[in-house]
Structures are given as structure tokens and as C-alpha cells.
């Protein structure tokens, strides 16, 4: 195999390791986290975005999906 696609197969792997990581969610309730993403346009503007509180519950607005992700976590009070 190349070196090119040796690297190209590694930045794949890399990527989707990256993208589990962000995607699986902080447990709820005490001893749990809240996260909140916020989808982004090319042009930096909010355009959605997903809250889980430590009851479970979850809010959404705008696109479930942006061209930037940010990802913002908290401990449960308890």
C-alpha cells in the first residue's frame, strides 16, 4: 500500500474515532453531565442547535446540522 493511501486511511479512522467520541452523550442526573451542540453556517452563524439537561430532556432548534459544531458540557448539580 502507498504511503498516500496509508495516511489517507489514517485520517479516516482518526475522523470517525473524533466523531463517535462527540456523539455519545454524558449520562443524566447526579454524578451526570448536561451538553449542549450549536450548529454553525460556513459564515459562522448559528443556525441550530440540541440541549440535554440531567433529566433527559431534550430541546432543539433550527438545523440539526451546521458546517462547525460546537460542543459545550457541564456537571448535574447532586
Known amino acids: 500500500m502507498s504511503r498516500t493511501r496509508v495516511f489517507v486511511l489514517a485520517l479516516a479512522l482518526s475522523a470517525t474515532a473524533f466523531g463517535a467520541a462527540i456523539a455519545k452523550e454524558p449520562p443524566d442526573g447526579p454524578g451526570g453531565s448536561w451538553i ?27 438545523a440539526s446540522g451546521g458546517s462547525r459544531t460546537e460542543v459545550t ?4 448539580p447532586g
Do not use: F, M
Request: charged share 15%; net charge negative; aromatic share 16%.
Open 36 to 62: 449542549e451542540y450549536t450548529y454553525y453556517d460556513a459564515n459562522g452563524v448559528a443556525i441550530g442547535g440540541r440541549w440535554k439537561d440531567c433529566t433527559g430532556h431534550i430541546a432543539t432548534w433550527g
Open 73 to 76: 458540557t457541564g456537571p448535574c
